[in-house]
């Protein structure tokens, strides 16, 4: 591939994916990279541009002294963002100072729009800021061409250097025109040519796997999550029946789900197993409370019969992953052949005498992914499916896990699901939970004491934070009122209305 490349420095920013994505977004290919990065090494890379990201530190602590200053003075044009505004201009000279009260949220600033990296912006805009110290001073040769209130220096340039630093977060919403800012940077200042797109990824990852496994049979751990999927279609394609895929049914699957995932890959060209555990996760559970044992106990015996499994198969010689890039980049770069860390089959490769690990999506983003899914054929309801947990039903149903309480719930997260698919309600991912509380009702003229079923549901971007879902109260009890009609064993239902923080998005 001999895209035009933009390269993020990663400061350990929370945000140096959204900045990542919002760069392919705009069809500019974008890479990750730690911030101690030498020049040597970017200069091999031959990025267009190079955006330092924000992060925890301060100048004055370690990752500055990392950061090779030759970076500045490759020709190459720089925005720092935040954390790392403040190290282009205490590398070059300028002055950074502790603030007296730090400055979280979201502002006004005022910002020179003759200059290129603000072509098209408001003179006044809203930004999100988030920093405890900041530049006091800009290095020589720098203008600065932004302030709020309590920052006097927000952004500043030196056009004939081509670096720029803004002390506010462009990649987040919040930033009203953050989006414009990033452009104008990849455009104006980096003159990208927007030549990224995925127009021949597939053929050429085909490629390069037949290349990488020869004749070699390979071993892929299908979950019937989005990564997995897409993964073992694209390696059908390369490879048909050298492929061998697992998929462990532990029986902790929402309503029909284990079936509609047989259904879709025992058509393909592909050796698809389904092996039926959970007779074996559910005696696992048993007694259990407590969910990180649940969950502890849970990816232990997928390894197991994963394990057990895949020794069946002498020949196999590659594992197989749906590692995608967010992936890669939240274990540091420091990835390589690593074991997704959630993916439940961590320590296989060297048990299982794998020759190599294949991993034909490690360098997409999630949106991507589902492109890639999309041009193979798979069906949308399975591209655009909401996140499920590993551990699965286990951690929705609160307390001890057995067959009934998971059948209970899947009829009443049926019912939710049939609903909302109905409705026009956006909402990011939702889900009915059994709490573990018993109530007091009556139907007919009978007592009745039986579950309690939570609905959850929250609409977010980066499943980091959510906000609950407004879902309209009439939608609600049409929903209550079928799920306690419906479903025998409960008698009342409530909607969560807490956001994350302070709760989570599961309930377990
Ligand atoms: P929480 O509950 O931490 O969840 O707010 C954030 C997102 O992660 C999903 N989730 C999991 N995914 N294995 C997974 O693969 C897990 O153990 C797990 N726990 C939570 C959750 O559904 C939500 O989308």
Redesign the pocket.
């Given at each position: 591939m001999s895209n035009q490349t933009i390269l993020v420095l990663d400061f350990g920013g929370q945000y140096k994916e959204l900045i990542a994505r919002s760069i392919r977004d705009a069809k500019v290919y974008s890479l990750v990279k730690s911030g101690s990065i030498s020049a040597d090494e970017v200069r091999k890379i031959n990025p267009i541009g190079i955006i330092l990201t924000g992060g925890p530190n301060s100048v004055y602590g370690d990752s500055a002294q990392e950061f090779d200053a030759d970076i500045l003075s490759l020709g190459v044009p720089v925005l720092g963002i935040c954390y790392g505004m403040q190290l282009l201009c205490h590398t070059l000279g300028g002055h950074v100072v502790s603030c007296k009260t730090s400055e979280f949220g979201v502002t006004k600033a005022n910002l020179d729009n003759s200059s290129e990296i603000f072509k098209g912006v408001s003179a006044v805009t809203k930004v999100l800021m988030s920093h405890s110290d900041r530049v006091e001073r800009a290095p020589e040769g720098f203008k600065v061409i932004g302030h709020t209130a309590k920052c006097p220096v927000c952004a500043v340039e030196n056009p004939e250097k081509r670096l720029y630093g803004v002390q506010f977060h462009p990649e987040v919403e919040l930033s009203v025109e953050g989006q414009q800012v990033l452009r104008n940077f990849l455009f104006n200042v980096c003159k990208a040519s927007a030549d990224y797109d995925l127009g021949d990824y597939i053929e050429r990852k085909i490629k390069e796997v037949r290349e990488t496994v020869g004749n070699d049979t390979v071993i892929l751990g299908l979950s019937g999550g989005v990564d997995s999927s897409v993964a073992a279609t694209l390696l059908s394609r390369a490879i048909g029946k050298q492929l061998i895929c697992i998929f462990v049914d532990h029986g902790l699957m929402r309503e029909n789900e284990g079936d509609e995932i047989e259904s879709i890959f025992s058509k393909m060209d592909l050796h698809f197993v389904r092996v039926d555990a959970e007779a074996r996760f559910l005696e696992k559970l048993k007694g259990v409370t407590d969910p990180e044992k649940k969950?502890k106990i849970i990816g232990a015996e997928f390894a197991y019969v994963f394990e057990e499994e895949a020794r069946k198969f002498e020949n196999a010689r590659y594992l197989a992953q749906g590692t995608i890039y967010p992936d890669i980049i939240e274990s540091g770069g420091k990835h390589n052949a690593v074991i997704k860390s959630?993916h439940n089959v961590g320590g296989l490769p060297e048990k299982l005498n794998f020759k190599g690990v294949v991993e034909p999506l490690n360098g997409l983003f999630k949106n991507e992914v589902r492109i890639v899914g999309k041009k193979l054929g798979l069906p949308d309801y399975l591209i655009n499916r909401q996140?499920?947990?590993?551990?699965g039903l286990a951690?929705r149903v609160m307390g001890e896990v057995t067959k009934e309480k998971c059948d209970i719930l899947r009829k009443a997260d049926k019912i939710y699901r049939d609903e909302i698919e109905k409705s026009n309600v956006k909402v990011s991912?939702y889900f009915a939970v059994l709490t573990g509380v018993r109530t007091v009702g009556v139907m007919g003229d009978y007592r009745t004491y039986d579950y309690l079923v939570a609905l959850r549901a929250v609409n977010t971007s980066d499943?980091m934070t959510a906000q609950y879902t407004p879902i309209p109260h009439r939608l609600l009890q049409k929903i209550s009122s079928r799920i306690v009609n419906e479903v025998k064993g409960v008698n009342r239902v409530c909607y969560d209305i807490t956001s994350?923080p302070p709760s989570?998005?599961?309930w377990e």
């Open positions: 969950r959630h996140p499920f947990p590993g551990p951690v991912q499943f994350k989570t998005i599961e």
